[in-house]
């Protein structure tokens, strides 16, 4: 990966498609992400099928560049059927899409391409007609700040299905997108 001097140069931030050959790249993102910041909690058994999330490399996914690199990605998904218990709690419209799988790398981090991904996001979401979730561990305040600024709406607390290295269910806050 660039050095963070390379990636603060100035360069724009650019969203696009995720294709199949940004797979390689992505996790070594996480992987930097994981060692950075601890997200995930837990590095995954198969981290490229955690990076590709569900549908695999068919997923609805985009990538943000930075200098020609690839530094970050975030996915579009429907929500399970049954919803998960923090879907219920927040009482979500039918339809909503969750926002899932969302990094930055942390030389890129401050770029604005979290922020960019987001945008695209609620681009979508809005041309579909529809709202998006999306649920935070509540320890991770650079990421809880960026929902808030971004005017994304906070519905509910509630213990995450995934564990900490611990073995404990963290506690995670329920976001909605603006509008939802």
């Known amino acids: 990966m660039p050095s963070a001097a390379d990636l603060a140069r100035g360069a724009p931030v650019v969203v696009r498609a995720r294709r199949p050959a940004d797979l390689s790249t992505l996790v070594q993102v996480l992987r930097d992400v994981h060692g ?34 690839v530094v970050g990605q975030v996915l579009l998904a429907p929500l399970p059927d ?34 960019a991904l987001l945008t695209h996001v609620l681009r979508e979401v809005q041309a579909r007609d529809v709202g998006a979730a999306l649920q935070v ?9 960026l929902y808030e600024r971004g005017g994304w709406r906070f519905r ?8 900490d290295p611990d073995g404990t269910h963290p506690w995670v806050r329920v976001y909605t997108s603006p509008g939802t």
């Not at 601890?38 to 996914?61: C, L, N, R």
């Not at 923090?86 to 890129?108: H, I, Q, S």
């Not at 561990?137 to 700040?145: I, K, L, T, Y």
């Open 36 to 69: 950075a910041v601890g997200y995930p909690s837990v590095w995954p058994d198969d981290p490229a099928a955690f990076v590709a999330g569900p549908g695999g490399e068919t997923a609805e996914a985009w990538v943000a560049e930075r200098a020609g690199q």
């Open 137 to 145: 561990n509540e320890h991770s305040a650079p990421a809880v700040r």
């Open 82 to 115: 049954p919803h998960p218990d923090w879907a219920v709690r927040a009482d979500l419209p039918a339809g909503t899409l969750e926002v899932k799988r969302l990094f930055v790398y942390p030389g890129a981090q401050r770029s604005g391409a979290a922020r």
């Open 156 to 163: 509910t607390r509630t213990r995450a299905a995934w564990t």
